[in-house]
């Protein structure tokens, strides 16, 4: 397959794979919606008004889910509080 194909699973036709950047990607919301779905689970439930929020979070959570979040949170914080104490 060349870079940017797209390909019906034979066995499955709802199954597609996508090339891109050297990477193939299988169903890529179903994979997002099974992560989301576990991490809102041992919520039961969340406030309606407040799901934005957390689909947010869940999108940059598995975005970056091969990385160390709390490097990326303290260079945020410290990036913040230095900007919050120079006004």
Request: aromatic content about 14%; charged content about 30%.
């Given at each position: ?26 169903n ?22 407040k ?37």
């Amino acid at each position: 397959m060349e870079r940017g194909s797209t390909e019906s699973g034979d066995l499955n036709p709802s199954i597609t794979r996508v090339i891109a950047n050297g990477k193939v990607y299988i169903n890529g919301i179903e994979g997002f919606w099974s992560f989301a779905k576990e991490r809102l689970l041992k919520y039961h439930g969340v406030d309606a008004g407040k799901f934005p929020l957390y689909l947010k979070e869940l999108e940059f959570r598995y975005n970056h889910r091969d990385r160390d979040l709390f490097d990326d949170l303290v260079q945020v914080l410290v990036g913040y509080s230095r900007v919050a104490y120079t006004e």
